[in-house]
């Protein structure tokens, strides 16, 4: 039976999530807690019994360092790994390099709210969801679906809302449900497909 396997994992904490600064398209390294974040994905994979065929991520070294970390504990160090913008994180646009609770104290809690979490209003200068999706969602279709669909057991490290991008997708939610829907850095979600590409489960082990 085809497995149709895939699995997105957020990248560990970074530097500026523990600084609690903006991020978006900024490239800062993962701290020692997001190293042993992107540690344990690998080793609850591994005690799962997963293994891959394939692995994706982006062009930002968060991500590329959570994947590279989480498959040396599956001891899958020479997996073929694709890296594509494509699944940047969303662009935070001016925002970018500030710190979230000083943005808040700017221009108030709810504009802060929605900019994070709405699924329309973009940031100033940067991408809003929808864009996000408008990036991902075609390169999901064309690069990561069809090795889905073809029986490999496809891994991808990236970011929240490049995630939450395909996840709206996935499980088919509404501009108001992917507002509550929110990622853990370092905690896999496990999606098996059924031959129509629609989900047939989904866990996510932060849950
Ligand atoms: O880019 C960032 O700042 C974070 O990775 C995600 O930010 P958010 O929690 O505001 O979506």
């Not at 799962?48 to 982006?58: H, P």
């Not at 496809?154 to 990622?183: C, D, F, Q, Y």
């Amino acid at each position: 039976m085809t497995e149709r396997l895939l699995v997105l994992v957020r990248h560990g904490q970074s530097e500026w999530n523990l600084k609690n600064l903006f991020t978006g398209w900024r490239d800062p390294d993962l701290t020692a807690l997001g190293v042993e974040e992107a540690l344990k994905a690998g080793t609850r994979l591994k005690a799962e019994g997963y293994q891959f065929d394939i692995a994706f991520t982006s062009n930002l070294s968060r991500a590329q360092k959570t994947l590279t970390l989480a498959l040396g504990e599956l001891g899958q160090s020479d997996l073929p790994v694709v890296k594509d913008i494509a699944l940047n994180e969303r662009d935070y646009g001016d925002l970018s390099g500030l710190n979230k609770d000083d943005a808040r104290a700017r221009w108030g809690e709810e504009q802060v709210h929605v900019w994070r979490r709405s699924y329309d209003v973009p940031p100033p200068g940067g991408e809003s969801l929808k864009d996000t999706v408008a990036r991902t969602l075609p390169y999901y279709v064309t690069e990561i679906l069809p090795k889905v669909l073809q029986g490999n057991r496809v891994l991808v490290a990236a970011h929240g809302n490049s995630l939450r991008a395909l996840i709206m997708v996935l499980e088919k939610h509404t501009p108001e449900s992917i507002m509550k829907r929110e990622l853990a850095t370092g905690a896999p979600v496990i999606y098996r497909l059924k031959a129509d590409s629609t989900v047939e489960s989904v866990v996510d082990l932060a849950g």
